[in-house]
């Protein structure tokens, strides 16, 4: 079914060569990297994280998302899911292979992650991490392909596809709850000692990957043969908005929590996101705009009437997006290693050549995501042709 992927119209080739630009731009700067080191990064020794992995943590919500249509689809017999619970397993594969190469990337010597598979240490989160994020990937890609492989024969998926959706459920569940952790454990950082982290990175994930996944479906919609009914797209809404609540109510308790108790340390990077610490403020407008795109996104979703509007909905499902990319993309992770153990704010500022690798990354996620929807739509239409020529 791969042959698919190579034939397609012009805009579809330029697309793909746009992405394998840069690709190329983006290796060209990782090779830069590679040969000098984490250098050429904004990372120090306070910073020891910075956008590569703080991309990795938002790109894992993303993957964890196409349990939001499974589980409807699988658990409840929502039929109107059907059509688009391939392109959310899709979806996921394409998220979870950019969230490795960002841990690729990451690395100073990308032969350490042989440590991993060679020195397993089933007493780190990150062990449980690779595990669970490489089980993942695995289930959805054989899941999507082979549903996809018996459909472009005309038979139903058998039932061990099935049981494999049924196991991919509660693992969609555990990728994002162990990133978590990775977060939670760490008691020297007040942002990220929390109980409610996991929680608070399964609303947002809810929230932020089905919007995505609406935001592909609506284009998918105007510019293929690939039509997503109206009933699902507002059902997956509803489903956003909800979680969206939900990722911003465990924001604010968050906040309550750290100015209640009036814990110094606890309210420094709060104070530092939000209005700036001894004189640094480099996230405020990233944080304020995410919180201002959060509400706006709520409020033009929760209106059945502004959701019914498709123009709008588009717009409200890009500001859910962006905010929840600013909160856990940025916020998140750059926030939590200010103040340092010394009480020093030391600012991150990513450099060209980090930008140009993450560029680079995205292409080839968007790469596989473009190839295998392209596989998706051209068996879709196969089928069709296939009934059509039956019922003459």
């Known amino acids: ?11 579809y080739y330029a697309w793909v060569g746009l992405l394998m630009i ?3 731009i983006g290796l060209v700067a990782y090779l830069k990297q590679f040969n000098y080191g984490l250098g050429v990064t904004g990372l120090s020794r306070d910073v020891s994280w910075g956008l590569y992995i703080s991309q990795f943590t938002f790109m894992v919500g993303v993957a964890a998302s196409a349990v939001m249509v499974a589980i409807p689809y699988y658990l409840h017999d929502y039929k109107t899911f059907g059509r688009i619970v391939i392109l959310g397993e899709f979806l996921a594969v394409a998220a979870v292979v950019t969230c490795v190469l960002f841990i690729f990337v990451d690395l100073g010597q990308p032969t350490r992650v042989l440590n991993i598979v060679l020195h397993p240490t089933p007493g780190s989160i990150m062990f449980w991490d690779m595990v669970v994020l490489t089980g993942y990937l695995v289930l959805n890609f054989v899941i999507g392909w082979s549903v996809l492989g018996y459909e472009k024969k005309g038979f139903p998926a058998p039932h061990w596809v099935k049981v494999l959706t049924y196991i991919a459920i509660p693992w969609a569940i555990s990728i994002h709850t162990v990133t978590a952790f990775l977060y939670a454990g760490l ?3 007040h942002y990220w000692l929390t109980a409610i982290m996991a929680a608070r990175f399964l609303a947002s994930a809810f929230a932020a990957g089905p919007a995505l996944l609406i935001i592909i479906c609506m284009i998918m919609r105007k510019l293929t043969s690939f039509k997503t009914s109206t009933r699902a797209i507002q059902s997956l ?4 908005v909800y979680a969206m609540i939900a990722n911003v109510f465990f924001f604010l308790l968050e906040v309550f929590t750290a100015f209640y108790s009036n814990i110094p340390g606890h309210m420094a990077t709060f104070q530092y996101l939000f209005a700036g610490l001894g004189g640094h403020n480099n996230l405020v407008p990233l944080m304020w705009s ?4 959060a509400f706006l996104g709520i409020i033009l979703l929760l209106i059945p009437k502004w959701r019914r509007n498709e123009k709008v909905l588009f717009l409200a499902l890009i500001a859910v997006f962006v905010a929840a990319w600013l909160d856990k993309g ?3 992770v750059l926030g939590g290693f200010v103040p340092n153990a010394l009480g020093h704010v030391t600012e991150y500022i990513p450099t060209g050549a980090e930008l140009t690798i993450i560029m680079g990354v995205y292409a080839i996620g968007l790469l596989i995501l473009t190839v295998l929807y392209k596989v998706v739509i051209a068996v879709r239409e196969q089928s069709i042709d296939n009934n059509q020529s039956e019922a003459l």
């Open 1 to 11: 079914m791969l042959e698919k992927a190579l034939y397609g119209s012009k805009r």
């Open 187 to 189: 008691p020297g950082k």
């Open 22 to 24: 840069l690709i190329v």
């Open 237 to 240: 809404a509803t489903i956003v």
């Open 330 to 332: 940025i916020g998140l």
């Open 290 to 293: 995410a919180a201002v795109l």
